[in-house]
DNA sequence: ACCGAAAA
C-alpha cells in the first residue's frame, strides 16, 4: 500500500489504488467523480506535489468526468472520504490532498514552527565585540543571518548561488562557537558530493575566522543527511529515543530534502538543538514527495518566523547577460525569458548564444565542440599517464604530478553540456551515443581514454561521491580512473583509481540538469528541445508545469560561469 | 513524459 502512494507512476495504479479504496473505505453515496479525484491526487503525488488546486483546469485526458470541480467536490463531500478523522482525503482552502501526506507535512510545519519560537539568551559583551569585526567583510543581509544566531533556534537562509551562503554559514560557526566555545556542531547536506561541497568550501574560507575557532570548525566532518540519522530500511537510528547529540546544526542545500527526511531529522534533534537550514528555493525541488524547502518560501509563514528568516539577494558572480536573462526567468517566468533571448542585447556583456536548429538530430555544432573538447582531455591524460612512474598503487597521492593532473582538470571544468531529459533525440544518451558510437554499448574498458566518467554511488574510503566526475586514463593494463578528491587532510589531490573498484560508472560527456545541479563550469551547452510548446501553453492547465520547467532552465543556466550556448528547437 | 537520492 505505501509503495503504491510513492510510486504511482502510470495509471493503472492508480486505479488499484481506488479500487482498494472503494472496498476499505465505502462511500457513503457512490459517484464516478471519485475515481478522477484519485487519479488527479495520484498524478500529483507522482510528480512531488501534495495537493491539488481545485482552482487549476484539466483537460479530457485527465478526466473522465464532467463538471470539474463542483460536480467532483460534491461527489466527495456525499463520498464522506473527507470526513473528520477518519476519511483519506482532506480538502482545505480550495486543496485537496491524501490525508497521510497532509498530515505529515502538517506535522513536520508545526515541529519546525514551534522550534523557531524558542529563545536564547547571549551574553551582551562579547556579541558587541564581535559585531564590530563583521562590518569589514559581509553585507547587510549576511550580517543579519549572523546576528540571528545569537538567539533565534531556526534560521532559514535562502540565496542563489554567489550570494555566499556558506561564507555567512562560516561566520555564523564562528559567533556560535565565541557564545558558547563547547558548543557539538554538526554539518549535513541531502547528498554525497553536496555534503562534501560544504565541507570544501567551509575550508577554504576558513581563513576568514578567529584562529582561535579555526579547529573547532575544521574538525567538524560534513556527511550526508541519510549517514547522520543511520538510515536502514526500517527507519532512522538516530530518532526520538536516540537522538543526536548536537548542539547546533547545519543543513545545506535544503531544496532537495523531502518531507519523509525532514520528518526524520527533527524527531532525531534534541529540544535545544539550534538549526540552520540553508538553499536555494528557485532551484528543482526533490524527486520525492513534498519539498519543505520550496513550501517554506511559497506560503505565507506565522509572524515569528519572520526575525528567522534571511533571504542573500546579492550574487557575487558577475555573468553579464546570464545573470541579466537568469534573474529575469526567476522573477518574470519563461515567456519574459524566451523573449528577452530573441532581443539582441546591448547593455550587458555578451555571454550568451542562441541556436535555432531546425530539426531534433543533434546540433553539429555541439558534436563539434565535443570532439575538439574530448580530444584536448585525451592529449592531457597522456601527458599524465607518461609522467606516471612505475609498479603505481591505486589511490596514491600524485605529488610530483599536480601540475599535469591540475591541467587536465581545469580542461574537465571548462565544458559542460546539459540535456533536461536522459532519453529523446536531445538528451543525454543521444549525445553519447554519438560520441562514443560502437564503444557506447561496450563496458569501460573499451572506452576510448579522455573520456569524462560520472561515479554513482558513494564511497567513502576512497572518499568518492554519487556525481562525483573522472577521466578514463591510459589503455588496457595500465588503465586508471582519475578523479580529484577532498583528501583527509583536507586538500585537493588526484586519485588514481582501478577501474574495477567502481561498480557503477555512467560517461559523463553530457550530464542530465538535476544531476550538475551544484556543478559549475566556463562554458556551458545547454540543449532545450521544447521552449515553443511552452511559449504557446499560456493559460491552461500548464502553471505547475512552468514552474518546474522555470526552475530547471535556472538551475541549467545558473551553472554557466562565462559563457552560454543554449541550442533550441525551431518551431517550423 | 521527464528528472533523482540514500542505506545495507
Given at each position: 500500500?505505501?509503495?503504491?502512494i510513492n510510486?504511482?507512476?502510470n495509471?493503472d495504479l492508480s486505479y488499484?489504488?481506488?479500487k482498494t479504496?472503494?472496498?476499505?473505505?465505502?462511500?457513503i453515496?457512490?459517484a464516478?467523480h471519485?475515481?478522477?479525484?484519485?487519479n488527479?491526487?495520484?498524478?500529483?503525488l507522482a510528480k512531488?506535489?501534495l495537493e491539488?488546486?481545485?482552482?487549476?483546469?484539466f483537460?479530457?485526458?485527465q478526466?473522465k468526468?464532467p463538471?470539474?470541480?463542483e460536480s467532483?467536490l460534491?461527489?466527495?463531500?456525499?463520498?464522506?472520504?473527507?470526513?473528520?478523522e477518519?476519511?483519506?482525503?482532506?480538502?482545505e482552502?480550495?486543496?485537496?490532498?491524501w490525508?497521510?501526506w497532509?498530515?505529515e507535512?502538517?506535522?513536520?510545519?508545526?515541529e519546525?514552527f514551534?522550534?523557531?519560537?524558542?529563545n536564547?539568551?547571549n551574553c551582551?559583551?562579547?556579541?558587541?565585540?564581535f559585531?564590530?569585526s563583521?562590518?569589514k567583510s559581509?553585507?547587510q543581509?549576511q550580517?543579519?543571518?549572523?546576528?540571528a544566531?545569537?538567539?533565534?533556534?531556526?534560521i532559514?537562509i535562502s540565496?542563489?548561488?554567489?550570494?555566499?551562503?556558506?561564507?555567512?554559514v562560516?561566520k555564523m560557526?564562528?559567533r556560535?562557537?565565541l557564545?558558547?566555545?563547547?558548543?557539538?556542531?554538526?554539518?549535513a547536506?541531502p547528498?554525497?558530493?553536496?555534503?562534501r561541497?560544504?565541507?570544501?568550501?567551509l575550508?577554504?574560507?576558513?581563513k576568514t575566522?578567529?584562529?582561535?575557532?579555526?579547529?573547532?570548525?575544521?574538525?567538524?566532518?560534513c556527511?550526508?543527511l541519510?549517514?547522520l540519522?543511520q538510515?536502514?530500511q526500517?527507519g532512522?537510528?538516530?530518532?526520538k529515543?536516540?537522538p543526536?547529540?548536537?548542539?547546533?546544526l547545519?543543513?545545506?542545500?535544503?531544496?532537495?530534502v523531502d518531507l519523509?527526511?525532514?520528518?526524520?531529522?527533527?524527531?532525531?534533534?534534541?529540544p535545544s538543538c539550534?538549526?540552520?537550514?540553508?538553499?536555494?528555493?528557485?532551484?528543482l525541488p526533490?524527486?520525492?514527495?513534498?519539498?519543505?524547502?520550496?513550501y517554506l518560501?511559497?506560503n505565507?509563514l506565522p509572524?515569528?518566523?519572520e526575525?528567522?528568516?534571511?533571504?542573500?539577494?546579492?550574487?557575487y558572480?558577475?555573468?553579464g547577460?546570464?545573470?541579466?536573462?537568469s534573474?529575469?526567468?526567476?522573477?518574470?517566468?519563461?515567456?519574459?525569458?524566451f523573449?528577452l533571448l530573441?532581443?539582441?542585447?546591448?547593455?550587458?556583456e555578451?555571454?550568451?548564444?542562441?541556436?535555432?536548429?531546425?530539426?531534433?538530430?543533434?546540433p553539429k555544432?555541439?558534436?563539434?565542440?565535443?570532439?575538439y573538447h574530448?580530444?584536448d582531455?585525451?592529449v592531457?591524460t597522456?601527458?599524465?599517464?607518461r609522467?606516471?612512474?612505475?609498479?603505481?598503487?591505486?589511490?596514491?597521492?600524485?605529488?610530483a604530478l599536480?601540475?599535469?593532473?591540475?591541467d587536465?582538470?581545469s580542461c574537465?571544468?571548462?565544458?559542460?553540456?546539459?540535456c533536461p531529459?536522459?532519453?529523446?533525440?536531445?538528451?543525454?544518451?543521444a549525445?553519447?551515443?554519438?560520441?562514443l558510437g560502437k564503444h557506447?554499448?561496450?563496458?569501460?574498458d573499451?572506452?576510448?581514454q579522455?573520456?569524462?566518467?560520472m561515479?554513482?554511488?558513494n564511497l567513502?574510503?576512497l572518499?568518492?561521491?554519487?556525481?562525483?566526475?573522472?577521466i578514463?586514463?591510459g589503455?588496457r593494463?595500465?588503465?586508471?580512473?582519475?578523479?580529484q578528491?577532498?583528501?583527509?587532510?583536507?586538500?585537493?589531490?588526484t586519485?588514481?583509481i582501478?577501474?574495477?573498484r567502481l561498480?557503477?560508472?555512467?560517461?559523463a560527456?553530457?550530464?542530465?540538469v538535476h544531476?550538475?545541479q551544484?556543478?559549475?563550469?566556463?562554458?556551458?551547452?545547454l540543449l532545450?528541445?521544447?521552449?515553443?510548446?511552452?511559449?504557446?501553453?499560456?493559460n491552461?492547465n500548464s502553471?505547475k508545469k512552468?514552474?518546474y520547467?522555470?526552475?530547471?532552465l535556472?538551475?541549467?543556466?545558473?551553472?554557466?560561469?562565462?559563457k552560454l550556448?543554449l541550442?533550441l528547437?525551431?518551431?517550423?
Open positions: 500500500m505505501k509503495n503504491t510510486n504511482p507512476f495509471s488499484a489504488l481506488y479504496l472503494l472496498k476499505r473505505i465505502p462511500p453515496k457512490f464516478p471519485l475515481e478522477d479525484i484519485v488527479l491526487l495520484t498524478k500529483a512531488g506535489e491539488v488546486k481545485v482552482e487549476d483546469e483537460d479530457q485526458t478526466l468526468w463538471g470539474w470541480p467532483h460534491e461527489a466527495l463531500k456525499k463520498s464522506g472520504w473527507t470526513n473528520n477518519s476519511g483519506p482525503i482532506i480538502f482552502d480550495n486543496c485537496l490532498s490525508r497521510r497532509y498530515e507535512r502538517n506535522d513536520v510545519l508545526k519546525l514551534d522550534r523557531a519560537k524558542q536564547k539568551t551582551k559583551e562579547t556579541i558587541v565585540k559585531t564590530q563583521l562590518e559581509l553585507n543581509e550580517k543579519q543571518a549572523v546576528e544566531i545569537e538567539n533565534q533556534h531556526v532559514f540565496g542563489g548561488p554567489g550570494t555566499g551562503k556558506t561564507s555567512t562560516l560557526l564562528e556560535a562557537l557564545l558558547s566555545p563547547d558548543l557539538r556542531i554538526g554539518l547536506a547528498t554525497g558530493k553536496a555534503a561541497r560544504l565541507q570544501a568550501s575550508h577554504k574560507g576558513i575566522v578567529d584562529a582561535h575557532y579555526q579547529d573547532a570548525i575544521l574538525k567538524v566532518s556527511s550526508t541519510h549517514k540519522l538510515s536502514t526500517d532512522f537510528g538516530q530518532n529515543q536516540n543526536l547529540n548536537l548542539d547546533l547545519v543543513i545545506d542545500e535544503m531544496s532537495m519523509t527526511l525532514m520528518k526524520g531529522l527533527l524527531e532525531a534533534l534534541t539550534q538549526l540552520i537550514l540553508v538553499g536555494d528555493p528557485h532551484q526533490p524527486v520525492g514527495s513534498g519539498s519543505v524547502w520550496h518560501h511559497e505565507k509572524a515569528h518566523l526575525k528567522s528568516r534571511v533571504h542573500l539577494k546579492k550574487s558572480r558577475n555573468q547577460q546570464i545573470a541579466v536573462s534573474n529575469l526567468l526567476k522573477e518574470k517566468g519563461l515567456n519574459s525569458f523573449k530573441f532581443k539582441s542585447p546591448k547593455t550587458s555578451v555571454n550568451l548564444k542562441v541556436h535555432i536548429c531546425q530539426q531534433s538530430t543533434l555544432k555541439l558534436l563539434v565542440q565535443l570532439h574530448l580530444n582531455l585525451k592531457l597522456e601527458k599524465l599517464i609522467k606516471l612512474p612505475e609498479n603505481i598503487q591505486s589511490s596514491r597521492e600524485m605529488g599536480e601540475k599535469e593532473s591540475e587536465l582538470f574537465l571544468d571548462e565544458l559542460m553540456v546539459l531529459t536522459r532519453k529523446g533525440s536531445w538528451g543525454v544518451d549525445i553519447h551515443k554519438a560520441v557506447f554499448d561496450e563496458k569501460v573499451q572506452w576510448p579522455g573520456t569524462p566518467i561515479c554513482c554511488e567513502v574510503d572518499e568518492l561521491a554519487n556525481g562525483d566526475i573522472g578514463i586514463m589503455e593494463k595500465n588503465r586508471w580512473l582519475v578523479f578528491v577532498m583528501s583527509e587532510k583536507k586538500k585537493l589531490t586519485r588514481l582501478h577501474p574495477a561498480k557503477t560508472i555512467s560517461p560527456i553530457a550530464l542530465t544531476k550538475a551544484g556543478s559549475e563550469s566556463n562554458k556551458l551547452i532545450w528541445p521544447n521552449h515553443q510548446s511552452q511559449c504557446v501553453q499560456v491552461n502553471s512552468n514552474t520547467d522555470e526552475r530547471l535556472y538551475t541549467a543556466i545558473t551553472r554557466a560561469k562565462k550556448d541550442f528547437i525551431s518551431d517550423i
